[in-house]
C-alpha cells in the first residue's frame, strides 16, 4: 500500500517506510523521521514554480510530472520498496495539491500496469 501524509504528522506503525519526496529538507524535521530521502523523484524547480500549488493547474501538473517520472531512474527505486510492503510518500506542503499525493497516483497505476490490473 502506497500512502502520502506530512512530513510533520507523527509516525505510525502502519507507514511502512517512510520516504520524504520533496527536493529541499522541511525546517524542524528531524533526520530519524525519515527512512529515505528522494529527492530526485521531487517535480523540477521549474514545473513546481510553474504549478505553484494552484488547484487549476492539478491536472496539467500531474501530467506534466507524470512524463518527468517516465523518464527518471529513481522511479523504479521506489516502485521496488512499495512491492516489498507498505510505503509513505512524505510531503512538507500544507495543500491536498501536491507533488507526494500525484507521485502516489502515478505509483499505483505503474504497479496496476504490471500486474495487468486495471490502474
Known amino acids: 500500500m502506497i500512502k502520502a501524509k506530512r512530513v510533520y504528522d507523527p509516525p505510525e506503525p502502519g507507514d511502512g517506510v517512510r ?60 516502485l521496488e520498496l512499495a512491492r516489498r510492503g507498505d510505503v509513505t510518500l512524505l510531503y512538507a506542503a500544507r495543500s491536498p495539491h501536491n507533488n507526494a499525493e500525484a507521485l502516489r497516483e502515478y505509483l499505483e497505476r505503474r504497479l496496476a500496469e504490471r500486474r495487468g490490473g486495471p490502474p
Not at 524542524?28 to 513546481?48: C, F, K, Q, T, Y
Request: no cysteine.
Open 19 to 78: 520516504v520524504l519526496v520533496d527536493r529541499l529538507w522541511p525546517r524542524g524535521v528531524r533526520r530519524e523521521a525519515v527512512d529515505v530521502w528522494m529527492r530526485e523523484v521531487a517535480p523540477s524547480d521549474e514545473l513546481r514554480r510553474w504549478f505553484s500549488h494552484d488547484p487549476a493547474r492539478w491536472e496539467e501538473f500531474k501530467a506534466r510530472y507524470w512524463r518527468e517520472l517516465d523518464v527518471n531512474p529513481k522511479v523504479e527505486e521506489l
